[in-house]
């Protein structure tokens, strides 16, 4: 729908037209006296038209000096009387009154009182020429003229509205009928026949006003909206102008960018896939000049048919190829490896395809050394275990032969030793080969783990079994040091699904690190506790502790830290990294808290699914 405030005739539903169509109410944007329904729209007019309405009105000051040279006429009808005075008055003052509209009223500001002043200009015209008609100068025939030229001046000549106009010349027309009928010339007949013809001019002069204002207001609106379509086209041409500017300034840009850029680029049609440009990387890359580029096939230098297939499919429009690294083949047949991507682009008003390529030669070769690298350590590391297992077991055949026969030397089994120092000394040789096989057995475990071969024999478990036969292993050094082990369970006692000697052997590496590194006197906790999806189970002493910084370390085979009772006991430090890897084997996980001088507290956290109560409860629900 049109707006009539932006210069266009509102097209509302009216009546319909033959088909069905509704017939725009034209009608309807303008008042019966063909001026604009619009208020605003008419004030725009105005605005527009007004220069001409006070020139038309200036021009009319020529009519009306005439009109006012008329009094030579009544002299000379009523010689120097007073109606020819009172004539005379009423002339002159119609100069001056005629002046009024245009020296108080010019500014379209002012518009009404305007169209109100040139009013009152033709009502005192009107005035006059009624006191010539009543003063009886001149033939009823000759005052139906003199009217008839009024009306058609009013009409036709005078800058005024419409309606009051028609108010103005109605009421003369009335007026001078009246006047005339007094005339005794004046036959009814003549009379009819004048008044129709006055009522005929009113019409006429009325309609082509009418026609006229609509005829001038849709000029108006037509030139509004051929000066909009102009500034609209102006508007375009210069968003046009701009926008082919901005597109030049990006080509020059990507130019630029294009050729200075570090990464290889190419640009490639996409029908014949012919390079059109490639930068100097991309040059250099291939070991090509600029000529030689544009003649080359992309596809050539492509090795895989599947890189191949995505730059098909990229031309096509259908994707655009991600980050992908593949071969290709670089001057003299060498193979390059790069990472590319592919897309389509729009390049000097043409679809084409923008190929970078980032060369990771160098970096895969790293990479393939690094691989090598760590292939090489990981079989280092397996024959290294290989190794430790191996020697661990031909190591056990005869530290079993030395335990058991000191032990049978300490025992006497086969009658006395004679001398007590034998007995001292083959005690020493039983506790240093158990040491010994101790140590063994952990690098042995320790080895298996790290090789994948340690499996655990899982089997229903009670854990106040488990926790007192490590405290008990552990008891006779620690009543050594005259520290007591204390261990709170909870109740009723517990059972869970566990590999039993793993887990009594994480109790004892853990109780006996406790003990070791605990001053003569204190007390060793050993706790567990059933916690929301887990089973903790803790080693709490008050020992020399361990720095925040140093618990990674503890945690690393074959390493101790030093410190003040450390050094005085003797340890591989495979107790914790054994201890950990052993919790991780059931899918726990092993934590230490500590800090020097305070103590140590290890957790080992078991899932809550390896208790028993907790499987079954599961299986319940």
């Not at 309606?163 to 005339?183: G, K, P, Q, W």
């Not at 030689?292 to 190829?321: H, Q, Y």
């Amino acid at each position: 729908m049109s707006n009539l405030a932006d210069g266009r005739i509102t097209d509302k539903p009216g009546s319909e037209m033959p088909g069905g169509r509704a017939m725009p109410a034209v009608e309807r944007a303008y008042r019966w006296s063909g001026e604009f329904a619009d208020v605003a729209l008419e004030a725009r007019f105005r605005g527009a038209t007004w220069h001409e309405t006070v020139e038309r009105m200036q021009a009319i000051q020529i009519g009306v000096i005439l009109f006012s040279a008329w009094s030579f006429i009544d002299y000379y009808i009523f010689g120097p009387s007073w109606q020819f005075a009172v004539l005379l008055a009423g002339r002159i003052a119609a100069i001056l009154i005629a002046r009024v509209p245009v020296r108080f009223f010019a500014a379209v500001e002012h518009s009404e009182a305007f169209f109100l002043a040139v009013t009152c200009v033709q009502a005192h015209i009107v005035f006059v020429f009624l006191l010539l008609v009543g003063f009886g100068g001149m033939t009823a025939g000759d005052h139906a003229l003199g009217t008839v030229i009024f009306l058609a001046a009013f009409y036709f000549g005078t800058p005024n509205r419409l309606l009051y106009n028609v108010i103005l010349s109605a009421s003369f027309t009335i007026a001078v009928v009246a006047a005339l009928a007094t005339y005794p010339d004046m036959t009814v007949q003549s009379l009819v026949t004048t008044m129709a013809l006055l009522a005929i001019v009113n019409v006429v002069g009325a309609q082509s006003v009418r026609v006229m204002n609509r005829m001038r207001r849709v000029g108006f609106l037509t030139l509004a909206q051929q000066q909009e379509l102009n500034e609209q086209l102006t508007r375009e041409m210069e968003f046009r102008k701009e926008a082919q500017r901005a597109v030049r300034a990006t080509e020059e840009s990507f130019q630029s960018i294009f050729v200075a850029a570090p990464l290889s680029l190419v640009l490639i049609d996409p029908a014949s896939y012919r390079i059109i440009q490639a930068n100097n990387a991309a040059l250099e890359l291939f070991g090509l000049n600029g000529e030689e580029a544009t003649k080359i096939d992309a596809r050539k230098f492509f090795v895989d048919d599947e890189m191949k297939r995505r730059l098909v499919e990229t031309a096509a429009g259908r994707r655009p190829s991600g980050p992908v690294e593949v071969r290709l083949l670089g001057g003299e047949g060498t193979v390059i490896w790069a990472h590319i991507t592919a897309a389509l682009v729009r390049f000097q008003g043409q679809a084409v395809l923008l190929v970078g390529l980032q060369d990771v030669t160098a970096r895969r070769k790293e990479a393939e050394a690094l691989r090598e690298a760590r292939d090489q350590a990981t079989e280092a590391s397996r024959s290294k275990s290989e190794f430790l297992a191996n020697m661990s077991h031909e190591l056990r055949t005869p530290l079993n032969a030395i335990i058991g026969f000191s032990e049978a030397l300490e025992r006497e089994l086969f009658g006395p030793v004679g001398n007590p120092r034998y007995r001292e000394y083959a005690e020493d040789i039983h506790d240093s080969g158990v040491h010994l096989l101790n140590l063994i057995n952990d690098i042995l475990d320790l080895s298996k783990i790290e090789a994948g071969h340690f499996k655990l024999h899982e089997d229903e478990a009670d854990l106040d079994a488990i926790v007192a036969s490590a405290c008990r292993i552990v008891r006779h050094r620690a009543q050594q040091a005259a520290i007591s082990i204390d261990v709170a369970m909870p109740k009723p006692s517990l059972s869970l699904k566990a590999d039993e000697r793993a887990l009594k052997q994480i109790l004892i590496n853990l109780i006996s690190n406790a003990v070791k590194f605990s001053a003569d006197g204190s007390t060793v906790r050993v706790e567990a506790t059933v916690q929301p999806g887990r089973l903790r189970i803790a080693v709490i002493d008050r020992g020399i502790g361990i720095a925040e910084a140093d618990i990674p370390k503890a945690l690393a085979p074959f390493t101790q830290i030093d410190g003040t009772l450390s050094r005085t006991h003797e340890g591989t430090g495979l107790g914790l990294p054994l201890a950990k890897h052993l919790t991780e084997l059931h899918g726990g996980m092993l934590m230490i808290e500590s800090a020097p001088g305070e103590g140590t507290t290890v957790y080992v956290d078991l899932p809550a699914s390896r208790l028993v109560s907790y499987q079954a409860h599961n299986l319940a629900g």
